[in-house]
């Protein structure tokens, strides 16, 4: 695998720490601005590609791409069924094509369970749990019926609640979060 390479090399810490700059820049973004800019995402998508293929040739590239595949698209159908931020499935895949498949998939594990944590955490400080709750219920019956071709995905947004009605917490934090452990996690496992 070419992230072994890296690693042998020494270099693997640059994989880990080049994801957890660009997430906590996310964070600052998406707490300030409540957006994740492409300045960030596309430079950090781009360098992911081009380091993957320099150090690991074809199949490097393809494992990037594959990881930012696998990566992303949980968020880009949030963003499709949810209205979910683009940015954070655009910062996803750019730190999925970093990564390569295997670390990409325990990426996506703890930036999805720091997300359950916190986003019920922001819902019970907002006092705003229940309704929450109920979002995501239509949420996900919107999407089984897109995924079943009972509904189409544009008949399926009106099932889903306006964006103006929804809570929304700047999700950064959560891919933070989510990075930091998968980043701890693959350093002890590699000792």
């Known amino acids: 695998m070419w992230w072994m390479t890296l690693w042998n090399q020494g270099a693997f810490g640059v994989q880990w720490s080049v994801t957890i700059a660009a ?11 409540r957006r994740i ?11 992911g590609l081009v380091a993957s293929s320099y150090y690991g040739g074809w199949s490097g590239l393809a494992d990037a791409v594959a ?12 963003f499709l069924f949810a209205r979910g931020g683009a940015g954070d499935a655009k910062l996803m895949g750019a730190l999925g094509a970093w990564l390569g498949l295997a670390n990409g998939a325990i990426l996506l594990v703890t930036v ?3 997300g359950v944590v916190l986003g019920l955490g922001y819902a019970i400080a907002r ?10 219920k239509r949420i996900v019956f919107a999407a089984f019926l897109v995924s ?5 995905l ?8 306006p964006r103006n009605e929804m809570l929304t917490m700047p999700y950064a934090v959560a891919i933070f979060v989510g990075v930091c452990f998968a980043a701890g996690g693959s350093y002890l496992w590699h000792q």
């Open 127 to 136: 006092k705003r749990l229940r309704e929450v709750l109920g979002g995501l």
């Open 37 to 47: 800019p492409n300045l960030l995402t596309g430079p950090v998508l781009v360098a």
């Open 67 to 78: 990881g930012c595949v696998l990566v992303a698209l949980p968020y880009v159908l949030l």
């Open 112 to 114: 999805a369970l720091a």
């Open 23 to 33: 997430s906590a820049a996310a964070v600052y973004f998406d707490i300030s601005r």
């Open 148 to 152: 079943q071709r009972h509904v189409t």
């Open 154 to 161: 544009e008949a399926s947004r009106d099932m889903v609640p």
